[in-house]
C-alpha cells in the first residue's frame, strides 16, 4: 500500500509508527544542490550532531533558531570559615562556663577554709587560754612546793651568828628598817642575857668575814625574845600572817655550836602551850643544837612562822619555837 513519506502508518496494534528516517539520496539522483532542501555540503560541519530537541543534556549553541535555553548551575560557595567561627565561639563560649563554674567552686572552697580556719582559730585560742592557766596553776603548786635550797637562799643573807660575851647564838634581820636607816633583829634574850643582866648592851652580828656592832633595845623574859638593832643596812625577813600547822614543812637556819648558816629541815609537830605562863611553843622535828637559839624557823613560802629557841634534853626531833605572832605583838616591829 503506497504511503506518503512522514505520514503515520498503522501497526498490528492499531498503535501509529513512528516516522521514517528521511532517505539521504545519493549524489547521482536528482536530490543534488537545489533538490530535497538540504544544506549545502560545506555547511553541514558546522551544524552540531544531533541538534535536536529531543535530546536532555546535549549542548545548545547560541544564536541557532529554535535552540532551548539550558539552565547555568551556579558554583558552590565555601562556607569552612563560618562553620570554624561557630565552632570556636561555642567552644570558647563553654571553656568560659566551666572555668566560671570552676572559679565558683574554688571561692566556695576558699570561704570554706576561711571559715573553718577562724573556727581552727579560735578553737586554739580557746585550749591556748586554757594553757595558760594551767601554766599559772602549775607555777604557784610550783611556788608552792617545798624547796628548802630556794628558802635557805631567800633568808640567808638575813641571818647572822651573834656573840654576846662568852655565849653565841642566832639572830636575824626582820620587818622594815629601823629609824636612821638601821636594821631591827630578833633572838631569844637567853642568848644575851648575861650581857643584859651585866648592864651591858652591845652584842656583835658575825657573817662569814664581817663583824658588825648591835645594840640590845628591848627584851621579853617571859616569852624569851630580845630585840637588836645595828647600824648595817639588811634586808628584813617576812612574817607569817597565819598561824601554823601541823605538818607543815620548814627550815631553821642558825649557828649550831657556832657553825654559822647551818640549815635543817622538818615538819611542825604540834603547836603546845608553854610553862610558866609563856605563850604557845611551836614544837617541830628538824634538828637544831646550841647555838641555834635566836635563829628563825621558816615556811616553804619564804616567811618567819618562829624564833628557835630549845630542844628537849633527854630525846630527838624535839624542837621548841616561840611562834613569830609572839614576838611581833611585843616589839611591833615586824
Known amino acids: 500500500m503506497p504511503y506518503a513519506a512522514g505520514a503515520p502508518v498503522a501497526g498490528a496494534g492499531g498503535g501509529a509508527y513512528p516516522p521514517a528516517a528521511p532517505v539521504h539520496p545519493s549524489s547521482s539522483g536528482p536530490g543534488l544542490p537545489g533538490g530535497g532542501g538540504y544544506p549545502p555540503p560545506g555547511d553541514q ?3 552540531p550532531p544531533f541538534a535536536t530537541a529531543g535530546y536532555p543534556g546535549a549542548p545548545v ?7 532551548v535555553p539550558q539552565p547555568t548551575t551556579r558554583p558552590t560557595r565555601r562556607r569552612w570559615p563560618a562553620v570554624l567561627a561557630t565552632l570556636a565561639v561555642v567552644v570558647l563560649a563553654a571553656v568560659a562556663g566551666v572555668q566560671a563554674y570552676q572559679l565558683d567552686r574554688l571561692g566556695d572552697r576558699l570561704a570554706d577554709t576561711d571559715r573553718r580556719l577562724a573556727q581552727a582559730q579560735d578553737g586554739d585560742g580557746t585550749r591556748l587560754d586554757g594553757l595558760e592557766k594551767r601554766a599559772e596553776a602549775l607555777e604557784k603548786q610550783a611556788g608552792a612546793a617545798f624547796n628548802p635550797e630556794a628558802v635557805a637562799s631567800a633568808v640567808l643573807p638575813s641571818v647572822f651568828r651573834v656573840r654576846a660575851g662568852e655565849f ?3 639572830a636575824f634581820a626582820v620587818g622594815k628598817p629601823a629609824a636612821g636607816g638601821g636594821t631591827n633583829l630578833f633572838t631569844n634574850f637567853h642568848v644575851v ?4 643582866d651585866g648592864g651591858g648592851r652591845q652584842v656583835f652580828l658575825e657573817r662569814t668575814d664581817q663583824r658588825f656592832p648591835a645594840t640590845i633595845i628591848k627584851v621579853d623574859k617571859t616569852n624569851d625574845v630580845a ?3 645595828t647600824s648595817g643596812k639588811f634586808t628584813g625577813l617576812v612574817t607569817a600572817p597565819a598561824a601554823v600547822k601541823s605538818g607543815q614543812q620548814i627550815v631553821v637556819v642558825g649557828a649550831p655550836l657556832g657553825l654559822e648558816d647551818s640549815v635543817t629541815t622538818g615538819v611542825v609537830s604540834a603547836l603546845r602551850a608553854a610553862q610558866g605562863g609563856s605563850g604557845p611553843a611551836l614544837q ?10 635566836g635563829g628563825p624557823v621558816i615556811n616553804g613560802s619564804k616567811e618567819v612562822v618562829g624564833i628557835a629557841t630549845a630542844k628537849a634534853r633527854d630525846a630527838e626531833g624535839i624542837g621548841l619555837a616561840v611562834p613569830i605572832k609572839v614576838a611581833c605583838d611585843g616589839f611591833k616591829i615586824c
Not at 549553541?61 to 535552540?67: C, E, I, K, N, T
Not at 617541830?284 to 637559839?293: L, T
Open 45 to 47: 560541519a558546522s551544524a
Open 61 to 67: 549553541q547560541a544564536g541557532w533558531p529554535g535552540a
Open 168 to 170: 653565841t647564838g642566832t
Open 193 to 196: 642575857e648575861a650581857v643584859w
Open 227 to 229: 630585840q637588836l638593832r
Open 284 to 293: 617541830f622535828d628538824a634538828p637544831i643544837n646550841p647555838g641555834n637559839s
